[in-house]
């Protein structure tokens, strides 16, 4: 049995986005069958395609004629699941919209993934990745990876990734609540809002500093000079070995930044009366001095000294940072059976990420191959009745149920920091209930950062937090009391220490043998890396998201200069280190579809089950573009030189005042790209292309081959038409003539999401009151229903509901002072 047995999902989509969105399904044994136009997808030509396509069959069919449309009707009608990525309005205008699929199939759950929405200024955008980064802010988030104010390109996909883990919560969701009301609905999220899940904390340092101006300046981690500012670069230590690699280190807790100090020899400085403070300092030269001198001495020492250090003592570790297919070389994931080679009938063998989520009692099977296009040449009825068998609620009832899809589920938390416990925070939205067991003192991340609670208000939103002492018989105690009336476990201790700590999966399977029970390590939950500490930089640095961000910036070599390792150590923390985006976010999302997914499974059958996935796992499904390899890979293109962007057709370009992102990659865009442009298009004067040929008639620009192959002189000859007007001025003109362009926002993301024109106008913010900071907006929930309802939460303190949940397990009010009063709970 596999946890998606016998659902049928039909993919219109023609983006990455809609491809991971049904990979899970095909992974997990639903039958995908992804429509394709004539000539096939474009995705075809991208180097992940045998990744995102695996499992799946191809249909071709042409969305524009009434017989391709008929044929998706056909389809629809006996789907489970249908995934659209079109811009609002495209496929309701072909009649393929959710009501006129929905009234044939009342179970379809009918997925639309958008840009920005379907409301709001930028609605009828196109969803390309750079087109929302650049207008949220994400390239202004990065800036410090280039020098100069002009923000730089941003390679990771941080908004389609997202968006298609968003939109699985949300379909997962409404799978889940169809088996009690046998009703689909419509899912809906966008790339805009989904990309906002990613963010730690920066959404609360803005609302300090917009509320109390003042009391807590947000400053960049590096001043202008390329100095250290705070104490996250010490902490986090990006440094060169000898022998020329890389190491990002991840130090955050106070005993493992000691560790550091002693392996690095400069155990000396924690006691010296002229480093007190350290690492926080008032004066930029001891900063200076003191960066320099870790820097010094972690150059001392070659790639195999740092790695018999590493294993002497689990108290320092360092990633290399790694780039591309190398990713996928993680003895990590080769240990828990990650990586797979799949014969693909066109490429041979793919080197490829295995399933997201590994399940014990259903696993994933990934035993087929991307389809050869049109492979399934069936007629479009053919393909047999629905999917999944009616269960619950008669369709005919004339009232169908509204509230929360995941009224009723009750997570316990038992995890620290972001990764895992976010996951959970993003299920608070859809109805469940999440119980957070804290340590006495709280979670740490709640004094992460100098100002109280806002480290980890967001992580904090919508949960039951109760504060107990697991490492004494009653602290223990309870926490079996609560497992026993939970649906859900998520627990993210290292290797180990779940079962060292009377908390491992057999022991709680014993209390509640329907639990679902998920781990999610960093790393895993043994092998050669379970037992080291996981945090963002070092998983970001090893499956690729930093060297993918700095591009070609940064070289790998013996004999740098000391200011040259202090220039690319700087430009490779600030490509890891954004609290907007990072790996911690990319796991959280993973996480969440995990626990969805387990409890989907259970609903059809499965029963309780242990599942897994991590931190690094998720990140090599994040970067799979970058990460999938086989003969004869073309490979993803790379940002130039400048980080202006892929392509001249996808790049950032100065105008007179700002700049602008160009996104206009496809065939049919180059058309309005030309048409827009000719009223400004004066090639004639411009030397560099000897040519008095305006875009539209050089031949060397007629094909897409043709404009790939020169695309040096056209992103010159479009770079001297960007530079005569404002970036305002363009994206006004160009999105009228329906061309992908937008003004690069250089303000920080916070803002441009509170503004009342932007993200109030997007319906993207709700309202709550935090008994810190009272009343302030927070992005509301992710994913909308047509039917079901959401809700969204403020951020709760430590311990806040003990005593609720103590009465609920039925100690009265002596027992819970008596427990308070030994520091069994606080």
């Not at 919209?97 to 958008?114: C, E, K, M």
């Amino acid at each position: 049995m596999h946890a998606l047995d016998g659902l049928r999902v039909v993919d219109l989509s023609p983006t990455r986005v809609g491809a991971q969105i049904s990979q899970l399904f095909a992974d997990h044994g639903a039958d995908v069958v992804w429509i394709e136009p004539p000539g096939g997808s474009a995705l075809r030509h991208q180097t992940a395609f045998p990744f995102w396509a695996r499992g799946k069959r191809s249909v071709v069919v042409d969305l524009t004629t009434p017989q391709g449309q008929q044929a998706v009707r056909d389809l629809a009608a006996s789907a489970d699941v249908l995934v659209d990525t079109f811009r609002p309005g495209v496929l309701d205008g072909r009649g393929l919209g959710f009501d006129a699929l929905s009234a044939a199939n009342p179970r379809l759950v009918y997925t639309s993934v958008t840009g920005f929405g379907r409301v709001g200024p930028y609605a009828d955008l196109q969803g390309y990745e750079g087109l929302v980064a650049a207008k949220l802010g994400f390239f202004q988030a990065f800036g410090g990876m280039t020098p100069g104010p002009r923000p730089p390109f941003v390679t990771v996909p941080w908004c389609s990734f997202s968006a298609s883990q968003i939109a699985l919560h949300g379909i997962l969701a409404a799978l889940l609540e169809r088996e009690a009301s046998g009703l689909g609905q419509h899912v809906e999220t966008s790339l805009a809002q989904a990309v906002t899940a990613l963010d730690t904390w920066s959404w609360f340092e803005y609302l300090i500093e917009t509320k109390w101006p003042g009391a807590y300046p947000r400053v960049a981690n590096f001043d202008d000079d390329g100095v250290p500012t705070g104490a996250f670069p010490y902490f986090l230590l990006v440094a060169l070995t000898s022998d020329g690699q890389w190491l990002q280190f991840a130090q955050v807790a106070p005993h493992l930044f000691v560790a550091l100090m002693k392996a690095l020899g400069l155990a000396g400085m924690l006691t010296d009366p002229e480093w007190v403070g350290i690492p926080m300092f008032d004066d930029v030269a001891r900063r200076s001095a003191m960066w320099s001198l870790m820097l010094e001495a972690a150059n001392k020492r070659t790639l195999a000294e740092w790695r018999a250090i590493f294993d002497a003592d689990p108290n320092v570790f360092a990633e290399i940072f790694r780039a591309g297919p190398a990713a996928l070389e993680h003895p990590q994931l080769v240990f828990d059976a990650m990586v797979l080679d799949l014969v693909d009938a066109e490429r041979g063998p793919v080197r490829q990420p295995g399933p997201l989520v590994h399940l014990a009692k259903t696993p994933a099977v990934v035993d087929r191959p991307a389809p050869t296009l049109g492979d399934d040449d069936r007629p479009a009825g053919a393909h047999g009745e629905t999917g999944g068998a009616p269960s619950g609620r008669s369709l005919r009832d004339p009232s169908p149920p509204a509230g929360l899809p995941l009224a009723g589920v009750t997570i316990l938390e038992l995890a620290g920091l972001f990764a895992a416990p976010h996951g959970a925070t993003l299920l608070t939205d859809l109805g469940a209930r999440v119980i957070k067991v804290e340590p006495l003192a709280g979670d740490p991340i709640r004094k992460i950062i100098p100002f109280p609670e806002s480290g980890g208000a967001k992580v904090m939103q919508g949960k039951d937090s109760i504060c107990i002492d697991t490492s004494t018989p009653e602290g223990l105690a309870l926490v079996h009391e609560l497992v026993k009336t939970s649906d859900i476990v998520v627990q993210g201790y290292r290797a180990g220490v779940a079962e060292r700590i009377g908390l491992g999966y057999e022991r709680l399977r014993s209390l509640n043998p329907s639990l679902v029970y998920l781990n999610a390590p960093g790393y895993g939950t043994g092998g050669p890396n379970g037992h080291r500490p996981a945090y963002a930089p070092s998983i970001g640095a090893s499956v690729g998201i930093a060297r993918t961000n700095v591009g070609d910036q940064v070289v790998e070599e013996t004999g740098l200069s000391l200011d040259e390792i202090r220039r690319s150590s700087k430009i490779l923390t600030v490509g890891a280190l954004c609290a907007n985006a990072q790996a911690d976010g990319f796991a959280a999302l993973g996480v969440a579809t995990a626990m969805l997914l387990g409890l989907l499974a259970r609903a059809r059958g499965a029963g309780g089950q242990e599942m897994l996935t991590t931190m690094l796992n998720t990140g090599v499904h994040a970067m799979s573009a970058q990460t999938v390899d086989y003969p004869g890979s073309p490979g993803e293109p790379r940002p130039d030189g400048e980080m202006r962007g892929l392509s001249a057709l996808y790049q950032i370009y100065d105008a007179s005042e700002g700049w602008v992102f160009l996104a206009a990659p496809a065939e049919h865009e180059w058309t309005r790209l030309v048409a827009s442009l000719a009223p400004y298009d004066s090639l004639g004067s411009l030397n560099s292309l000897n040519s008095l040929n305006s875009l539209g008639s050089d031949e060397r620009f007629a094909t897409a081959g043709g404009r790939a192959g020169n695309d040096r002189a056209l992103s010159e000859a479009l770079a001297a038409i960007f530079v005569t007007r404002g970036a305002d001025s363009w994206e006004r003109d160009l999105r009228d003539a329906g061309v992908g362009c937008v003004a690069v926002t250089t303000t920080n993301i916070e803002a441009v999401l509170w503004s009342d024109e932007f993200g109030r106008a997007s319906d993207y913010l709700a309202d709550v009151e935090h008994p810190t900071f009272g009343e302030h907006p927070r992005m509301a929930p992710l994913v909308r229903f047509s039917r079901s309802a959401t809700q969204a939460k403020p951020g709760v303190l430590a311990g806040s509901h003990t005593d609720v949940i103590m009465a609920e397990l039925g100690h009265d009010t002596a027992s819970i002072a008596d427990l308070r009063a030994r520091t069994i709970i606080a």
